[in-house]
């Protein structure tokens, strides 16, 4: 197995990643860290590790996450690659329990993943399970399951085998999110299988500084959805409508949620990438969606008044979220 780390100003955090991997109990055949193109002394911290690893580390510009996994596993020479995000950390089984799930599987296992935990900056749990709280089976089914809904098949959970890797042509290196849930939709589209292991084995890290709430993020958002709305369009003559029905309502939610978001951190940038982007699917959706779409549109984008209604809207989806935790 082969561990492939994107690098990119993690000082704070990849000493706790490295020594994850360094105490699993299956050890990995190699660990690739890639610098992309960091200004902290990150890459640094990593070679401390170059004697307890079997570690090389890669330079590159900075060119985000897709880009630099793709280089490192280019550069690998086993026949399965997992992912470890710069912040998160791996329990000790975690290499070995996807190991073993990837080698009882059927012939064409094109990856399988875990359950996540989700930390804090400083360590401390947020949520013992984060796929329980989502909606959605695991793994995923259909083609139609990954369009309606986020995969939350995440990189640091997974183990994936370099020649499926390959055969779809990796990360896409336009995408700074969502490229994850972009490359197993195509896995699964090429014939794939993937497996779910139900035990999380993985310490998720949600900060401020986390890639998940870049402005490089926020427009990635956008670019996925329209490459997903082109891949996979309506086909009336066959009833067929996932553009109309999954996708569209689909990220418009995100697109509102996120909004809000942006309104109550005060963020004019990200919030103004997310209303452009409802008005460019607006016209995706079907005739009733479309209208109430465009009302709450109107009204959100109102000066003082609407943000303050999406403030408000967040901030009781956050409570009904917190008290109904079990």
């Known amino acids: 197995m ?6 990119f100003n993690g000082a704070a955090h990849i000493e706790e990643a490295l020594a994850g991997v360094c105490a699993q109990s299956a050890p990995p055949q190699e660990v690739i860290v890639v610098d992309d193109g960091s200004t902290d002394d990150g890459p640094d911290r990593a070679r401390r590790f170059a004697g307890r690893l079997p570690l090389k580390i890669l330079q590159k510009a900075n060119g985000g996450q897709s880009a630099a996994r793709n280089l490192g596993v280019a550069e690998a020479c086993s026949d399965w690659i997992a992912f470890l995000d710069q912040d998160d950390v791996w ?5 070995a329990n996807l190991r073993a799930a990837a080698d009882n599987g059927p012939a064409q296992t094109g990856w399988a993943y875990c359950d996540v935990s989700v930390v804090d900056a400083a360590g401390r749990l947020l949520a013992p399970s984060l796929l329980h709280r989502r909606p959605g089976r695991h793994p995923k089914q259909s083609v139609d399951e990954c369009l309606a809904q986020d995969m939350f098949v995440l990189p640091s959970a997974a183990l994936v ?3 499926a890797f ?11 999110g969502y490229e994850d849930d972009d490359l197993f939709l195509r896995l699964l589209c ?4 993937s497996l779910h292991v139900e035990e999380p084995t993985v310490l998720r890290r949600s900060h401020a500084e986390a890639a998940s709430r870049s402005i490089r993020m926020e427009r990635s958002l956008m670019i996925y959805a329209r490459k997903l709305l082109a891949v996979f369009p309506d086909r009336p003559q066959e009833g067929r409508f996932p553009s109309r029905d999954l996708i569209a309502p689909r990220f418009c939610r995100t697109l509102l949620a996120r909004w809000a978001m942006a309104e109550r951190a005060g963020n004019r940038e990200a919030a103004a990438l997310a209303r ?9 959706l079907g005739p009733h969606r479309r209208r109430i779409g465009a009302v709450i549109l109107h009204i959100a984008s109102m000066p003082v008044v609407g943000g303050a209604c999406l403030r408000a809207a967040h901030g009781l989806r956050q ?3 917190r008290t109904s935790r079990p």
């Open 276 to 284: 452009a982007g409802l008005r460019e699917l607006l016209p995706h």
């Open 166 to 176: 390959l055969a779809v042509g990796g990360f896409d290196e336009r995408l700074s």
């Open 91 to 95: 329990h000790p089984q975690h290499l």
């Open 161 to 163: 085998a370099r020649h």
């Open 319 to 321: 409570h009904v979220r």
């Open 190 to 193: 090429a014939g794939f299988h």
């Open 2 to 7: 082969a561990v492939v780390i994107p690098l």
